[in-house]
């Protein structure tokens, strides 16, 4: 039985580890750990080997699914029940299973990301969805990762749609935990180094995404793309780790984890979605104007705003099912605004297409 609570600090990983190339190197760090086991899927696997150059993994290897369900981590955990270490190579969904494998079986857990999408690698939290998907919770382990090792030169050979997403889904650590910070009678010393992480993110996002991007589109890996992927990867997790969960998903998130109520917003990545639900959150808080100001930087990265951006059908049925989740008991939309309703987040995603 855990004995982690939402409001624990919980710092980071032992160790973090981020250099160029530094993936290729992951056998010298697995020397340390007894019986390691990796854990990976087929197209994060493929992009591993191909970056390092390696003709084969350095501990013996098993593939999850994709589906980041509870069913498939106890499966793996069966599989590598005599594991020693479990390691994740691969983006958000996988870094999740791994955290729960590792939690079932009381052992430590490495992370190589290959993507900059999330903080997942970093975070001490599994979010966990069903097998059409959809999301189901997002339990607290006892434990961080003991080591991640991130390599800017492995996550520029993702997709660029998936760091387009980490943007947006770091940029919502800011978005979501001021409204929370603000109604708090005070802050303390923890929670203003949640908060200031929470800027600092914002103020590295804003500054440095465009050129961070066309860096990766470029090929090359400078300063400004060390500082986003780091951002996304390692600042992300510390404004929860050290804010605890009034630091953690409010409204943005929410509307995300409603988002996948619609079987055809699978094809739009986490931070995508949760990059609109910022927009909606900062509507349904009356702050339209902070939400217009944010549109340039949309525009120039490429995220979303809307149910249009997004090519989804903006009808009032999906509306209602969205709202309806978004506004629920399992919802975290109220740490954002407490007496949220259906019906003001709706009107919400109503005032988004508008804009």
Same mark, same amino acid.
């Given at each position: 039985? +855990?004995?982690?609570?939402?409001?624990?600090?919980? +710092?980071? @990983?032992?160790?973090?580890?981020?250099?160029?190339?530094?993936?290729?190197?992951?056998?010298?760090?697995?020397?340390?750990?007894?019986?390691?086991?990796?854990?990976?899927?087929?197209?994060?696997?493929?992009?591993?080997?191909?970056?390092?150059?390696?003709?084969?993994?350095?501990?013996?290897?098993?593939?999850?699914?994709?589906?980041?369900?509870?069913?498939?981590?106890?499966?793996?955990?069966?599989?590598?029940?005599?594991?020693?270490?479990?390691?994740?190579?691969?983006?958000?969904?996988?870094?999740?299973?791994?955290?729960?494998?590792?939690?079932?079986?009381?052992?430590?857990?490495?992370?190589? @990301?290959?993507?900059?999408?999330?903080?997942?690698?970093?975070?001490?939290?599994?979010?966990?969805?069903?097998?059409?998907?959809?999301?189901?919770?997002? @339990?607290?382990?006892?434990?961080? +990762?003991?080591?991640?090792?991130?390599?800017?030169?492995?996550?520029?050979?993702?997709?660029?749609?998936?760091?387009?997403?980490?943007? $947006?889904?770091?940029?919502?650590?800011?978005?979501?935990?001021?409204?929370?910070?603000?109604?708090? /009678?005070?802050? $303390?010393?923890?929670?203003?180094? /949640?908060?200031?992480?929470?800027?600092?993110?914002?103020?590295?996002?804003?500054?440095?995404?465009?050129?961070?991007?066309?860096?990766?589109?470029?090929?090359?890996?400078?300063?400004?793309?060390?500082?986003?992927?780091?951002?996304?990867?390692?600042?992300?997790?510390?404004?929860?780790?050290?804010?605890?969960?009034?630091?953690?998903?409010?409204?943005?998130?929410?509307?995300?984890?409603?988002?996948?109520?619609?079987?055809?917003?699978?094809?739009?990545?986490?931070?995508?979605?949760?990059?609109?639900?910022?927009?909606?959150?900062?509507?349904?808080?009356?702050?339209?104007?902070?939400?217009?100001?944010?549109?340039?930087?949309?525009?120039?990265?490429?995220?979303?705003?809307?149910?249009?951006?997004?090519?989804?059908?903006? +009808?009032?049925?999906?509306?209602?099912?969205?709202?309806?989740?978004?506004?629920?008991?399992?919802?975290?939309?109220?740490?954002?605004?407490?007496?949220?309703?259906?019906?003001?987040?709706?009107?919400?995603?109503?005032?988004?297409?508008?804009?």
């Amino acid at each position: 039985m +855990s004995t982690a609570h939402d409001s624990d600090i919980r +710092s980071g @990983p032992d160790r973090y580890v981020s250099e160029p190339g530094i993936s290729g190197r992951l056998g010298e760090y697995l020397q340390a750990y007894r019986r390691p086991v990796i854990i990976t899927g087929r197209r994060s696997s493929a992009a591993y080997l191909r970056h390092t150059g390696l003709a084969r993994f350095p501990a013996p290897v098993w593939y999850y699914d994709g589906s980041a369900t509870l069913r498939n981590a106890e499966e793996l955990a069966t599989q590598a029940a005599d594991a020693g270490a479990i390691v994740g190579i691969g983006g958000g969904k996988l870094s999740d299973t791994v955290k729960n494998i590792a939690d079932t079986l009381a052992v430590p857990c490495v992370m190589v @990301p290959t993507l900059a999408a999330t903080c997942a690698a970093y975070s001490a939290l599994s979010v966990n969805y069903d097998e059409q998907h959809r999301y189901v919770d997002a @339990p607290m382990h006892a434990h961080n +990762s003991d080591l991640v090792l991130v390599d800017a030169e492995l996550v520029a050979t993702g997709p660029i749609e998936y760091l387009i997403g980490g943007i $947006g889904d770091t940029l919502a650590k800011w978005y979501e935990s001021a409204p929370v910070f603000a109604r708090s /009678a005070s802050l $303390g010393a923890f929670d203003r180094l /949640a908060q200031g992480s929470a800027g600092l993110i914002r103020d590295i996002l804003l500054e440095d995404s465009v050129p961070a991007l066309a860096s990766f589109r470029a090929g090359r890996i400078d300063e400004h793309a060390l500082r986003v992927v780091d951002t996304i990867i390692g600042l992300g997790g510390t404004v929860g780790g050290f804010g605890g969960v009034r630091a953690r998903a409010s409204g943005a998130h929410a509307m995300h984890d409603a988002l996948t109520l619609l079987p055809e917003s699978t094809a739009i990545v986490h931070g995508a979605k949760v990059a609109y639900g910022i927009i909606v959150q900062l509507l349904a808080e009356g702050q339209e104007e902070e939400a217009r100001r944010l549109l340039p930087f949309y525009g120039s990265v490429g995220l979303p705003r809307s149910f249009a951006d997004m090519r989804l059908e903006a +009808s009032p049925e999906n509306f209602r099912t969205v709202a309806r989740f978004a506004a629920g008991p399992r919802s975290s939309f109220s740490r954002a605004l407490p007496d949220i309703t259906a019906s003001q987040i709706q009107q919400a995603m109503i005032q988004a297409e508008n804009l």
